[in-house]
C-alpha cells in the first residue's frame, strides 16, 4: 500500500510492541482502560456534574473538589507575589485545599473521524498550533508510536507561580469507531518538580472520540460525525487562589475545546478521511 507521511503517523489501530515491553506498561494499560470506561460514562445520575458552559453542541460539566493541602503546598504564601498576598489575608486564606474540580465536556464535530481527532492531540508537531496555555514543550522520551513522555511549562497565570507539568502520552483505539488519547503524570530523575521556577501541576486527562456514519454508507466527509468526550483533573500541585483557578478553567476549557475542534476540522479539510 502507498503511504503518505501524514498516514503513516495516525495513531496505530493496534497497540506498539515497543509500548507493552515498557516499565511504564502496566500503569499506562491500567489508568487508559479507566479512563476511557469513564469517558463514555453520562454525566446524569448521583454523582453531581454541574453544567457550567454551553455552545452549540458543546457541553462542559464540573464536580466542585478539593485536594488535601500537601506537604510541599503551604500557605506561607511563598508561591503568589507579596502584594496580592496581603490582598488575600482577610477573604481566601480559609479555603482549605486547593480546587481540583474533575472536569468533563462533550461536543459533537462533523467532517473528522476518530483516529483523525486524536491523531492531532497526540502528535507533538501541531501542539503549539492550537494549545494557548503553551509556553515550552520538551519530548522526553518517545516510547512508540503511540506513547510519549512529555515535559511542558505554562503561561504563568497572576498571581501564582508558573507550572509545568510532566507526563506520558498514550494514543489507542477500542471497538466501534473509536480512539482516544490519555495523559497522565508520571516522573524522571531528569526532571525534578520543584526545581526551578516552577511549581509542578498533576494532570489525567482523556480525550475519547467515537465516530459514526449513516448505516450502509461508506464514511466520507459528508456523512462522518465524531462525539467527544474530554475529562481533565488538574491539581495545581501547590495552593492557588480557589476564585483565580475557577475562572481561570471556566474561559480556558472551552477555549481550548472550541479551538481544538475548529483546528483539527480545518486542517483535515482537504485530505482524505482518514478512519
Ligand atoms: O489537554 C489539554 N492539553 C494537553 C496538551 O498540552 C495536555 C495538557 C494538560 C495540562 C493542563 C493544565 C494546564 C494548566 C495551565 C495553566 C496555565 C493557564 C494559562 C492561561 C493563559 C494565560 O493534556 C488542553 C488543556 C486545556 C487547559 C485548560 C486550562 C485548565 C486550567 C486549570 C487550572 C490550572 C491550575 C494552574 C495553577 C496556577
Known amino acids: 500500500a502507498v503511504h503518505t507521511r501524514d498516514q503513516v503517523e495516525l495513531p496505530p489501530p493496534t497497540i506498539d510492541n515497543r509500548l507493552t515491553v515498557h516499565p511504564l506498561w502496566t500503569e499506562i494499560d491500567r489508568i487508559s482502560t479507566e479512563q476511557m470506561q469513564a469517558a463514555f460514562e453520562g454525566v446524569g445520575g448521583e454523582i453531581g456534574w454541574q453544567l457550567f458552559a454551553e455552545e452549540g453542541d458543546m457541553r462542559m460539566y464540573r464536580r466542585k473538589a478539593y485536594?488535601?493541602?500537601?506537604?510541599?503546598?503551604?500557605?506561607?504564601?511563598?508561591?503568589?507575589?507579596?502584594?496580592?498576598?496581603?490582598?488575600?489575608?482577610?477573604?481566601?486564606?480559609?479555603?482549605?485545599?486547593?480546587?481540583?474540580?474533575?472536569?468533563?465536556?462533550?461536543?459533537?464535530?462533523?467532517?473528522?473521524?476518530?483516529?483523525?481527532m486524536c491523531h492531532y492531540f497526540f502528535n507533538p508537531r501541531y501542539r503549539y498550533e492550537w494549545e494557548t496555555t503553551l509556553e515550552t514543550m520538551t519530548i522526553v522520551e518517545e516510547v512508540s508510536s503511540d506513547a510519549m513522555v512529555f515535559h511542558q511549562t505554562f503561561k504563568r497565570i497572576w498571581p501564582a507561580s508558573q507550572r509545568d507539568a510532566l507526563f506520558w502520552s498514550h494514543v489507542r483505539a477500542a471497538p466501534g469507531n473509536t480512539y482516544a488519547v490519555i495523559n497522565h503524570s508520571t516522573t524522571n530523575q531528569e526532571y525534578p518538580p520543584n526545581s526551578g521556577a516552577c511549581i509542578r501541576l498533576f494532570v489525567t486527562v482523556c480525550l475519547a472520540c467515537r465516530s459514526?456514519?449513516?448505516?450502509?454508507?461508506?464514511?466520507?466527509?459528508?456523512?462522518?460525525?465524531?462525539?467527544?468526550?474530554?475529562?481533565?483533573?488538574?491539581?495545581?500541585?501547590?495552593?492557588?487562589?480557589?476564585?483565580?483557578?475557577?475562572?481561570?478553567?471556566?474561559?480556558?476549557?472551552?477555549?481550548?475545546?472550541?479551538?481544538?475542534?475548529?483546528?483539527?476540522?480545518?486542517?483535515?479539510?482537504?485530505?482524505p478521511l482518514a478512519i
Open 67 to 116: 485536594g488535601a493541602i500537601g506537604v510541599q503546598d503551604s500557605y506561607s504564601l511563598d508561591n503568589i507575589s507579596p502584594g496580592y498576598a496581603k490582598n488575600l489575608k482577610s477573604q481566601e486564606m480559609e479555603v482549605d485545599g486547593m480546587v481540583m474540580d474533575p472536569l468533563k465536556a462533550m461536543h459533537k464535530v462533523r467532517g473528522v473521524s476518530a483516529r483523525e
Open 212 to 271: 459514526s456514519y449513516p448505516a450502509g454508507e461508506e464514511p466520507t466527509r459528508e456523512n462522518i460525525t465524531t462525539s467527544i468526550a474530554y475529562c481533565s483533573t488538574v491539581n495545581p500541585g501547590g495552593w492557588a487562589p480557589a476564585g483565580v483557578l475557577r475562572a481561570v478553567y471556566k474561559r480556558e476549557y472551552p477555549k481550548f475545546l472550541k479551538r481544538f475542534t475548529g483546528y483539527v476540522a480545518e486542517q483535515c479539510r482537504d485530505k
